[in-house]
């Protein structure tokens, strides 16, 4: 069953026919929230608001205007890009009234999966979120350039810059590392 069926059987009451869109579409958006935001708990959160957000503006998504799953991405982007904001202004006020920077959260895994885990996380958040943004939807959610400018409303161009420039940048931080150089 396609999602525009789905849609339009929850549009009408059925309320299987969301929760079977949440199925099919949940690992997805959760595993681009963690990949984007420092911390898993507030990724999980922020995927449940995006499916309370979609359900509660499902008779605004537009079929024509591009597929079900990007419009999802453009509310995780959306949400989890609010949120960084807002962290960033309260460690700023938090920072500025204490005088110390905050600590780096660290799962403390100590198996070399974890590491690389671990450093790849790292070297994304190096990035500036618009970066992190191109890169997380190509990379590892399989969205064309096109459809990254669907999703995230920019243009195609921005979309190639952002893409660049964040693999030019990632390069920088993961290369020294790979050959050791872990200052």
């Known amino acids: 069953m396609t999602d ?14 969301y929760e079977m869109l949440v199925q099919r579409h949940s690992d997805a958006i959760l595993n681009y929230l963690i990949r984007f935001m420092p911390d898993r708990d507030d990724a999980e959160d922020i995927a449940q608001e995006v499916f309370i957000r979609a359900f509660g503006n499902l008779d605004r998504f537009d079929s024509r205007r591009g597929r079900f799953r990007s419009w999802l991405f ?8 609010n949120e ?11 920072e500025s009234a204490a005088g110390d920077l905050l600590p780096i959260d660290d799962d403390g895994g100590d198996s070399e999966r974890s590491l690389d885990k671990r450093l790849l996380h790292g070297a994304l958040q190096t990035l500036s979120d618009a970066e992190r943004q ?7 959610h399989d969205l064309t350039y096109r459809e990254i400018a669907e999703t995230l409303g920019i243009p195609l161009g921005t979309v190639k810059s952002r893409m660049y420039c964040g693999v030019m940048r990632l390069r920088k931080v993961l290369i020294p590392l790979e050959e050791g150089d872990f200052r």
């Open 4 to 17: 525009e069926v789905l849609i339009d059987r929850a549009l009408e009451g059925e309320r299987r026919a």
């Open 74 to 81: 453009r509310i995780a982007a959306n949400l989890s890009l």
């Open 84 to 94: 960084l904001k807002r962290r960033e202004r309260a460690a700023i006020r938090e």
């Open 134 to 140: 191109v890169i997380l939807l190509n990379y590892y």
